[in-house]
């Protein structure tokens, strides 16, 4: 079949083959296809689309984004199409041109609620819970009562402190589907649970009706784990949670010692030659990026540093390493022998500094300073030196057996698939462990180490260390966090409110039995516990 002149029942029959050729991963096949239909059909938004898809499984998201801007010029006023492009544009970090064009997608979805729920997950994207939450509304305005939209009404509640909107929104959803486990999961995460206000009963007797999927299971004993630990009930507690990490790691196809031997690829290869600033030892002053495993003090850190008048949080950005993966994959094509780490020593890595600084900049405005608080960047903190000589990196560190249980008892949902099972999180804190030590060896003095125990138990005096290390001045607004409106859309968000303690100080020794394959596992690689 001549592909550039077929009919237009040909040229959808054409795209259909194209986009299943994608789902099957035959990428070059689907690319002969547009090709051939741009030749004398560039003019058709179907055909602009499906280019703009290939070009986005090839990773090229600027090719994606012209075709993009063709099909909506070819089909103006199409919210799809305009939220698509708003996407691809935040893919970009254009967020500053992503926030106008969903917007635009709002406005020209009038009453379609789905849209304006999809716009609401655009803006959670973003890293913008209080526009999110504004959308959704707008959604609910039509009528909607959607569980899903629901879900995530609650969910920019919760980000946001509204508790009383988000309980409201999980009884709505409950009602409608009484085994969702992520609503009830969530439902008990909203504060902490008390003898006299609990859903223990409530839990039980669901888990005992049964639930159609695991995932949907293992949230609801996840959430009986939270609410029996409120209550100090450790051993009900410790039971639930191991039932639920097992189910939810049974779903998981995640590969531990290879995720471990990557960390230990960067420490071979990352050595300090590698590392050695570039153009300008000037380039990123104003980036601070906070690290550290999960659940170690990290939003805690983030909130009372972004109380400083000069200081502004930008959440946990992907940025930094989609930039480093980005460049690197172009490396590996054009040197398939050699895998992404080697791959990430060779980039450009003044240019990657510049472009992350300019993505950052759309999101943080003018301010002198600005905090990127993504844990898994510690992976990146020899990376980060080389691009941005002059930002600051602040480590939390925490007692390895509490470090520990407070990541296992979080349920993550698809990310860090290695807090599920003792042992998995044992090989992947010890790698931790050694990566951490190796930057702190190749960079002498470039990363502070921060201790959660120091931070809650001396304030001033650490956060004095902090401002120190930043070239910022002291000012006690850092020291009144809890008075900090900004959401957080972190597992952490109703903790970082209730003002900082020092309750979870040891908190693993009431489960030290459940935890022995942990302890035993650290402790056979020389890991001081403290007893």
Same mark, same amino acid.
């Given at each position: 079949m001549?592909?550039?002149? =077929? ?6 029959q054409?795209i259909?083959?194209a ?6 991963g035959?990428?070059t096949?689907a690319q002969s296809?547009?090709l ?8 058709? +938004?179907? !055909?602009? @689309?499906l280019a703009?898809?290939v070009?986005?499984a090839?990773?090229d998201l600027?090719? =994606? ?9 070819a089909?103006?006023?199409?919210p799809q199409?305009l939220?698509?492009q =708003?996407r691809?544009?935040?893919g ?7 926030? =106008?064009m969903a917007?635009?997608a709002?406005?020209?979805a009038a009453?379609d609620w789905?849209?304006?729920?999809m716009?609401?997950?655009f803006f959670?994207a973003?890293h913008d $819970?209080?526009?999110?939450a504004?959308? @959704?509304a707008r959604?609910q305005a039509?009528?909607q009562?959607?569980?899903? *939209?629901? @879900?995530d009404v609650?969910s920019?509640?919760f980000?946001?402190g509204d508790? #009383?909107?988000a309980?409201?929104?999980?009884d709505?959803?409950?009602?409608q589907?009484p ?7 969530l439902r008990? &995460?909203?504060?902490r649970q008390?003898?006299s206000?609990n ?10 009706r049964?639930?159609p999927?695991?995932s949907a299971?293992a949230a609801?004993?996840?959430?009986l784990?939270?609410e029996?630990e ?5 051993e009900?507690?410790?039971a ?6 097992s189910l939810?790691r049974?779903q998981?196809?995640y ?5 471990c031997?990557t960390?230990?690829?960067?420490r071979?290869?990352w050595?300090?030659?590698h590392?050695s600033p570039?153009?300008s030892a000037?380039?990123?002053a104003e980036?601070?990026f906070?690290v550290g495993?999960p ?5 805690? *850190?983030?909130?009372?540093?972004g &109380?400083?008048?000069?200081v502004? +949080?930008?959440g946990e950005l992907m940025?930094?390493a989609?930039?480093l993966?980005s460049?690197?994959?172009k490396q590996r094509?054009?040197? $398939? ?11 450009d890595?003044?240019s990657?500094?510049r472009e /992350? ?6 999101l943080v405005g003018?301010a ?8 898994? &960047?510690?992976?990146y903190c020899g %990376?980060?030196?080389?691009? *941005?000589?002059a930002?600051?990196i ?5 007692? %390895?057996?509490?470090?520990?249980y407070?990541?296992?008892k979080?349920?993550f949902y698809q990310? /860090?698939? /290695?807090s ?6 044992? #090989?992947y @804190?010890?790698?931790y462990?050694?990566l ?6 190749v ?6 180490d !921060?201790?959660?125990e120091?931070?809650?138990q ?5 956060m004095r260390r902090v ?5 910022l ?6 020291l ?5 409106p900004?959401?957080s859309?972190?597992?952490s968000?109703?903790q970082v409110?209730?003002? !900082?303690h020092d ?7 009431a489960h030290?039995?459940g935890l022995?394959?942990?302890r ?5 690689a020389?890991?001081?516990?403290d007893?």
């Open positions: 001549d592909q550039s002149n =077929a009919h237009p029942a040909q040229r959808r054409l259909g083959s986009f299943e050729a994608l789902r099957q035959r990428l096949d296809v547009a051939a239909l741009l030749a004398d059909h560039a003019d058709d +938004p179907e !055909v602009r @689309y703009s898809e070009c986005l090839d990773d600027e090719g =994606a984004l012209a075709h993009l801007s063709a099909a909506c010029t089909a103006p006023g199409q199409l939220l698509k =708003a691809i544009l935040l970009l970090r254009r967020r500053q041109e992503a926030t =106008a917007l635009q709002a406005d020209a009453g789905r849209t304006l729920w716009v609401g997950q959670i973003n $819970p209080v526009q999110a504004a959308m @959704y959604a039509t009528g009562a959607d569980p899903n *939209l629901l @879900y609650a920019a509640a980000f946001t508790t #009383d909107l309980q409201a929104s999980l709505q959803l409950l009602a589907s085994q969702a486990g992520h609503a009830l999961h008990s &995460n909203l504060q008390t003898e206000s859903h223990i009963a409530d839990l039980e007797e669901r888990l005992q049964g639930f999927q695991e299971r609801c004993l996840y959430a784990a939270k029996h409120d209550l100090g009930q450790a009900a507690s410790f639930a949670l191991t039932r639920g990490a939810q049974r998981l196809q590969d531990s010692t290879g995720e031997a960390l230990d690829r960067i071979e290869l050595t300090a030659a590392i570039g153009e000037a380039a990123g980036a601070i906070v495993l659940r170690t003090g990290t939003t805690l *850190l983030e909130r009372m540093l &109380n400083h008048p000069k502004r +949080p930008a940025d930094f989609q930039l993966g460049a690197a994959l094509r054009q040197h $398939p022998d050699r895998d992404m780490v080697e791959c990430s020593l060779q980039l890595y003044d990657l500094g /992350y600084l300019r993505g950052a900049r759309e003018d002198p300073a600005f905090i990127d608080k993504m844990p898994a &960047n510690f992976m %990376p980060i030196h080389r691009a *941005l000589p930002a600051r602040i480590h939390l560190t925490r007692d %390895p057996m509490d470090a520990c407070a990541v296992y979080t349920l990310a /860090y698939h /290695y599920y099972d003792l042992r998995e999180l044992a #090989d @804190y010890l790698a462990r050694r951490m030590a190796h930057w702190h060896a960079m002498p003095g470039v990363v502070l !921060v201790g959660y120091e931070l809650v001396d304030q001033e005096g650490q401002l120190s290390h930043c070239g001045e002291w000012d006690p607004q850092v009144a966090h809890d008075t900090n900004a959401p859309t972190t597992a968000a109703a409110r209730e003002g !900082v309750r979870s100080i040891g908190r693993w020794r030290s039995g022995s394959p942990l035993e596992r650290l402790a056979a020389g890991i001081a516990i007893d």
